[in-house]
């Protein structure tokens, strides 16, 4: 069965630092995988997706994230966090003919000041 | 990116009553869009995929007779939750699918009292 697995329930990080975001999936065949952010109480804003080629993505608000297909990893980077950058964060694949979307239980990523 | 509008961002209503809620994909035709539900720190959990033109697919567990769901257009969607008690207060989400990419409204926080 096709599923998301984000490893960090919640993560702090000092503003400025680097972060990483892990997410491993399980699906039979080339996934479709996407990062979304949600702010509290808001929808869900697409950070990146990978569809084919390039394994390594580049999203918005300088995130970027790298497909593993021998890890079955989709890990979210960016190298200097900025403070509005707390939110929960969410991995997914798509699926299936109607490409429903399999959600990780998200991270929650607190920054420092 | 293309845009997904829910409306209302916020309702309060009386246990007993019903409510009802619209997704619209504003500047594109979506033939599948999909409702979510949101407990508080908790990840999506799809409830139905709705098809323009024909009946949505309920997942299991989410009672069709409770949760209506209408796909009348391209364009437009509708949950309506009937007979609303305390316990389906939450925040529903909607998706509407262009190509093999998802995009979200903004939320419906629901509050039953």
């Known amino acids: 069965a096709q599923s998301v697995t984000q490893p960090d329930i919640h993560i702090t990080v000092s503003e400025g630092a680097s972060l990483e975001l892990r997410c491993n999936y399980s699906?039979?065949?080339?996934?479709?995988l996407f990062w979304y952010v949600q702010s509290p109480g808001q929808g869900l804003q697409l950070l990146l997706k990978y569809f084919s080629g390039d394994t390594l993505v580049q999203g918005i608000k300088g995130f970027e994230a790298e497909f593993k297909r021998s890890q079955s990893s989709f890990n979210l980077r960016k190298p200097s966090v900025h403070w509005s950058d707390a939110a929960e964060y969410f991995c997914?694949?798509?699926?299936?003919?109607?490409?429903?979307?399999?959600w990780g239980l998200g991270t929650s990523l607190a920054v420092n000041p | 990116g293309a845009v997904v509008s829910q409306h209302p961002s916020r309702v309060i209503c009386k246990s007993g009553t019903s409510v009802k809620i619209e997704c619209r994909s504003l500047d594109f035709q979506a033939t599948t869009m999909f409702w979510y539900r949101q407990f508080p720190k908790q990840s999506l959990m799809l409830m139905a995929t709705s098809n323009e033109g024909s009946k949505a697919t309920y997942e299991q567990g989410v009672e069709k007779d409770k949760f209506l769901i209408n796909h009348a257009s391209l364009t437009l969607s509708t949950l309506t939750v009937t007979s609303a008690h305390p316990e389906d207060s939450s925040f529903y989400i909607c998706?509407?699918?262009?190509?093999?990419?998802?995009?979200f409204g903004q939320g419906t926080r629901l509050t039953v009292v």
């Open positions: 699906y039979g065949a080339t996934p479709y």
């Open positions: 998706s509407a699918r262009a190509g093999a990419e998802a995009f």
């Open positions: 997914a694949v798509a699926a299936g003919n109607n490409r429903k979307l399999i």
